[in-house]
């Protein structure tokens, strides 16, 4: 049973690690997106830019939002790396 749960363990962490680093790479990388950024609710608010996801076997654009900036850190916007074989989006996130 033991060794049972020890490989149960070893391939949960396997996959939970793989799965952070996966992503889908395209030939091309999909078209600039344009739109009207709506007017900030305050003063306080920082634009999170839009972000492309994996849906439907496919990049589909999401539109950026307004949020408050997190204490310490600073947001780095996504983008397109160039990759074997074509481009992956790297998701923006929150940095120190």
């Known amino acids: 049973m033991k060794k049972y749960l020890l490989y149960i363990g070893i391939v949960m962490t396997a996959l939970a690690f793989t799965s952070c680093s ?17 007017v900030a609710p305050g003063p306080d608010y920082i634009w999170i830019g839009g972000d492309w996801i994996w849906t439907g076997g496919r990049y589909q654009y999401r539109q950026g939002y307004w949020s408050h900036p997190r204490p310490g850190y600073r947001w780095h916007e996504g983008r397109w790396n160039h990759v074997r074989g074509g481009y992956k989006w790297e998701k923006g996130g929150w940095h120190r």
Request: proline share 12%; no cysteine; aromatic share 18%.
């Open 22 to 38: 996966a992503g889908y790479v395209v030939s091309e990388q999909p078209a600039d997106v344009y739109y009207s950024r709506p």
